[in-house]
């Protein structure tokens, strides 16, 4: 069964610092994953999937993930971070034909000016 | 505009009292589905639709039901709604292509307190 784990429930960052958020997933079959966030009072919106093409994927508003077998890792990272990226991020892993996402826990994102 | 639109926003009620959380869509999905959000837990799917008068569980179906009678709608309902059921709910659909490649559309989510 696959399953999902964010490492921290909340990551602070000053404005323009690297922004880090860990992801480690389990799956018995080549995964799929996904970040997502969430700002304060809105839905989810995705930034970036991995459907097993490139390692490293880019999505937006800066935003990059690198799939690692061998760490069973999805990180999520960004260069330099900015205010308005202060949200929940969160993520994810396709459980099979069904359309169901299994997602972790959830990581706050401060970032402090 | 596509979107996924959910009702209300934001609802307060009692234990026991019946209440319906409404989900539309206006982007012909075949898929509809509905997660609770819970801090520390994530998003957990409640119950799924992958086209009309077709319904399946997910993880955490207790206490709810859901309908598909038209493809847009998807309401979710809470026949006897206890304080367990305080939680932020979304949610979700998507067509079968943009399934196939894992896309999904969120709505903006339901605030749902039961005291």
């Known amino acids: 069964a696959q399953s999902v784990t964010q490492l921290g429930s909340h990551v602070s960052v000053s404005e323009g610092a690297l922004v880090l958020l860990r992801c480690n997933y389990s799956s018995s079959v080549p995964p799929y994953l996904f970040w997502y966030v969430q700002y304060p009072n809105q839905g989810l919106q995705l930034l970036l999937k991995?459907?097993?093409?490139?390692?490293l994927v880019k999505g937006i508003n800066g935003f990059e993930a690198e799939f690692k077998k061998s760490e069973t890792s999805f990180h999520l990272t960004k260069p330099s971070a900015h205010m308005s990226d202060a949200a929940e991020y969160f993520c994810?892993?396709?459980?099979?034909?069904?359309?169901?996402?299994?997602f972790g826990q959830g990581t706050t994102l401060q970032v402090k000016p | 505009e596509a979107q996924v639109t959910q009702n209300p926003r934001y609802l307060i009620t009692v234990t026991g009292k019946k209440l319906t959380v409404t989900c539309s869509q206006n982007?012909?999905?075949?898929?509809m589905s509905w997660y609770r959000q819970d801090p520390g837990l994530g998003l957990r799917q409640i119950y799924y639709s992958m086209n009309v008068e077709v319904t399946d569980k997910g993880d955490v179906p207790e206490g709810y039901k859901v309908s598909r009678k038209e493809k847009r709608n998807f309401p979710l309902i809470l026949e006897s709604p206890s304080p367990n059921q305080t939680s932020l709910y979304f949610c979700a659909s998507s067509s079968t292509s943009d399934l196939a490649k894992n896309i999904q559309y969120f709505g903006a989510g339901t605030r749902l307190s039961v005291l």
């Open positions: 982007m012909n999905h075949e898929y």
């Open positions: 991995y459907t097993s093409a490139a390692t």
């Open positions: 994810a892993v396709d459980s099979g034909n069904t359309g169901k996402l299994i």
